[in-house]
C-alpha cells in the first residue's frame, strides 16, 4: 500500500475506534500527540523497507533503513506481525514513559494506544495486498484477503487510488458527518 493509503487508514482506524468508543476528556496537547502518533504507527512498519517514507525524509535515511530491514529480516516480516506489534508496543511504551514527565499535560496512556491502532490498521490494509502479511510470525505463512491472491490489490495499481482510497475517504466523511455536533462540543471542551 502507498503512504497516503496507509496514513488515510491511520486515521480512520482511530476514528471508528473514537466512533465506537466512550472517548475520554483530554488536553489540546494530547489531542495532537494522538493525531501525531496515530499517523506515524500508521507507517512505521515499513521501516523494513529502505525506500520507505519513513525513511526518505532522514538525511542518511536509506543506509539506515537498509540496516533496519536486514535486522527485521527484510520486507513484511517481523514488523508486519503480531509479534512485531508487541515489540513495537512494548518500545514505545518505554519510550514514553521516560519522556512522560517532560510532557505532564499530555495522557502518554491514550498516545500509546493510538500509535498501536496506526500500526495495526497498517497490517490490516497490506492484508488485501498480493503481498499478504505473516500475522502469525514465526509461522512463515503470508495472510491475505481475499484468499486468493489475484484478487488482491497491488501496491499503487488504479484499484488502491481509486477504490481504497476513495472507500476509506467515504468511511471518514461518512463518521464526520455522523458525529458532528458531538464532534465539535468534544473539541469545545478540550481541557487545557
Ligand atoms: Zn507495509
Not at 25 to 40: E, G, H, P, Y
Request: charge should be positive; glycine fraction near 6%; charged fraction near 10%.
Amino acid at each position: 500500500m502507498l503512504a497516503r493509503t496507509h496514513d488515510l487508514a491511520a486515521i480512520t482506524a482511530l476514528a471508528l475506534v473514537a466512533a465506537t468508543q466512550a472517548v475520554p476528556q483530554m488536553t489540546l496537547s494530547t489531542l495532537i500527540a494522538v493525531l501525531l502518533a496515530n499517523q506515524i504507527g500508521g507507517i512505521a512498519p515499513d521501516i523494513d523497507q529502505p525506500t520507505a517514507p519513513f525513511w526518505r525524509n532522514l538525511p542518511v535515511g536509506h543506509v539506515l533503513g537498509r540496516f533496519a530491514g536486514k535486522l527485521l529480516g527484510g520486507h513484511r516480516f517481523l514488523s508486519h506481525s503480531l509479534l512485531g506489534v508487541a515489540l513495537f508496543a512494548f518500545l514505545t511504551k518505554l519510550f514514553l514513559e521516560f519522556f512522560q514527565p517532560l510532557f505532564p499535560h499530555v495522557d502518554s496512556q491514550l498516545v500509546w494506544y493510538a500509535f498501536i491502532i496506526g500500526i495495526l490498521s497498517h497490517l490490516v490494509m497490506d492484508t488485501i495486498t498480493k503481498e499478504g502479511v505473516p500475522w502469525l510470525l514465526p509461522i512463515p505463512i503470508k495472510f491475505g484477503v481475499p484468499p486468493l491472491r489475484s484478487l488482491r490489490i497491488t501496491t499503487g495499481s488504479w484499484r488502491e487510488v481509486w477504490l481504497v482510497l476513495p472507500l476509506l475517504l467515504v468511511i471518514d466523511l461518512w463518521l464526520l458527518n455522523m458525529h458532528y455536533t458531538s464532534i465539535l462540543s468534544y473539541l469545545h471542551h478540550l481541557q487545557r
